[in-house]
């Protein structure tokens, strides 16, 4: 998978090199969403460009070392937004629940093998299973398996157009 020549937002780039694949998030980073009494940040801390700085030093937790530069390459020029993460943490994802969910319509369940961001056993529920429905597990995936296995991702969406084709009669 090719990434344009110039990235967008630059000033987010950190270079993939610096993280290495033995590299951790720094020691006292906060590892839960809860606010921890004594720990406050430095005025200014709650910034775009420090969300920024955060996705990318998480890049080894979200890429599995085969694919962690081009994982922090990407993650090092995508745009952040403070205020939506804000937004979605207060108004969103603690209450999300879905109500609704295909009983015909042909679709795709991708995930990586090692995602360590989503639980795959949200996929366990037998809503989630029918003709229509196909399950691709990328091993040696992390949350992104289109970086880290552009082929078998391309794979999986080749296999529900040919659904989509069938169901279809096209």
Known sequence: MALPARRPRDRFRKPARALG?????PAGWP???QHRPGLELAPGARSDANLGAIAVASAPWNFRPAGLAAGADLLGWMPYNRAAVAWSAEHFDDTYRSAWWPTELPTLILSGGADRIVTQTLWDDERFTGE????????????FPWIERPEEVAAA??????????????
Do not use: M
């Open 21 to 25: 694949a033995g590299a951790r998030v």
């Open 31 to 33: 590892r839960a969403r």
């Open 132 to 143: 229509h429905v196909i399950h691709r597990t990328v091993h040696g995936a992390g949350h």
């Open 157 to 170: 969406f080749a296999d529900l157009a040919d659904l989509i084709a069938r169901s279809t009669g096209a």
